[in-house]
């Protein structure tokens, strides 16, 4: 279970409650963000009245969203990562080589963030999107960054997260959970078997500093009638092996 957490302003706290809430809603109204929150109307009102002054909501007949603005603060957070700069055009590179998804993932906070993906060709359509927030036992790119992360910082993770399904084979156990990480960490790459999507599997692997900590993770992504036998097995992790390998070499060298 998460771990409850003491804030020291409160006020701050429940502004960005607000701002999470509505986007999970899509929108959302006063009475309806209200009720979602348990709080009282007139604190809500209040809050989203001064989000929508300083630009940050937008207010569409009484409906709240989040604003464009958000875009701006992520757009330059992202552009200033080394990480974003040195992976992209290996991330594009991969698309176009596997034809399938490519993907390159961060761990904040204990959660795996979307800080780039660029469709290849042949892909399906995904509900992934830059700067999308997943558990990290979910997806093999979230798995490949555990498996280099001390184990204390593992269950730290899965403390204040949980270990939630999102698929019914989503790893849910700890103890499942580390084996995979070991086996992982033996076999160099992570995979992803219908564990956040169903019908889709993923490759991944790790992107190490010169210490062996892991900065990232790159992945590849596709549909299982695509990703059998030795696609799966052999092809698109010897791909994931080298762009990662070369993202590596690159972050130290650039």
Do not use: W
Request: glycine content about 8%.
């Amino acid at each position: 279970m998460s771990q409850e957490v003491q804030y020291p302003v409160q006020a701050a706290a429940t502004t960005f409650r607000i701002i999470e809430t509505l986007h999970d809603l899509n929108g959302a109204g006063v009475a309806e963000l209200a009720d979602e929150l348990e709080m009282p109307k007139s604190t809500v009102h209040d809050h989203l009245r001064t989000l929508t002054e300083v630009e940050y909501l937008v207010n569409e007949n009484g409906t709240y969203h989040v604003g464009a603005r958000f875009l701006e603060l992520g757009g330059f957070a992202r552009s200033q990562m080394k990480l974003y700069q040195v992976g992209s055009p290996e991330i594009k590179k991969l698309a176009e080589e596997t034809g399938e998804h490519a993907n390159l993932l961060i761990e904040e906070h204990g959660k795996g963030i979307f800080l780039n993906k660029v469709k290849g060709p042949d892909a399906v359509n995904l509900d992934t999107h830059i700067g999308m927030r997943v558990y990290l036992q979910t997806t093999a790119l979230g798995k490949a960054i555990l498996s280099r992360l001390p184990e204390a910082t593992v269950d730290e993770i899965i403390d204040r997260h949980g270990l939630p399904a999102v698929t019914e084979q989503t790893v849910t156990d700890r103890d499942e959970l580390k084996a995979q990480l070991a086996e992982i960490r033996n076999r160099g790459y992570a995979i992803d078997d219908e564990e956040r999507v169903l019908g889709m599997r993923c490759v991944a692997a790790p992107i190490c500093d010169e210490d062996g900590m892991p900065i990232g993770a790159v992945s590849v992504s596709g549909p299982t009638n695509r990703f059998n036998n030795e696609v799966f097995e052999d092809e698109i992790p010897k791909s994931v092996l080298s762009t990662a390998n070369v993202i590596e070499v690159n972050m130290t060298y650039t």
